[in-house]
């Protein structure tokens, strides 16, 4: 791997835990108590409101980067049939189904699904909540059994 693309993520895995610390920084200051759950009708408007901002914050975040992601492995399944209907090798059939996964996690994954599904009963939510987990324990089990072989 190039010097460059080593450092290029070690900064980026960086910044990532940066951020990740200032959030759990600024939760704690929130939620001071260590309990199970944040005891929301102890807190004042003001914390909530400072809570329904990060809440904002995270999900046009999440929403937003769940598109880039999903352009990105479109792109990719794309490029990898292109390379199966040429190779027939079951290397990019396995990629492929990976990348679908992948997708399908980033999709399912992303609060823009949900809300453009319409969902609003407690138990749809529930239920689709797991899903993205699903696909990636399926893109998981792809990739041992690809090491394996």
Request: aromatic fraction near 14%; hydrophobic fraction near 50%.
């Amino acid at each position: 791997m190039n010097k460059r693309v080593r450092l290029a993520i070690i900064g980026v895995g960086l910044v990532a835990l940066f951020i990740l610390s200032l959030l759990a920084h600024t939760l704690y200051g929130v939620f001071p108590s260590h309990t199970d759950r944040p005891k929301l009708e102890d807190l004042t408007p003001e914390q909530l409101k400072e809570i329904s901002s990060y809440l904002a914050i995270y999900i046009k975040g999440k929403s937003i980067l769940g598109f880039f992601n999903s352009i990105l492995l479109v792109y990719l399944i794309y490029l990898q049939v292109k390379i199966y209907r040429s190779t027939k090798t079951s290397f990019s059939l396995t990629l492929i189904l990976c990348f679908t996964a992948l997708l399908l996690y980033t999709i399912l994954g992303n609060p823009i699904a949900v809300w453009f599904a319409g969902f609003s009963g407690g138990s749809i939510i529930q239920a689709f909540n797991f899903l993205p987990d699903l696909f990636t324990t399926v893109a998981s089990i792809i990739f041992i059994m690809l090491s394996r072989e």
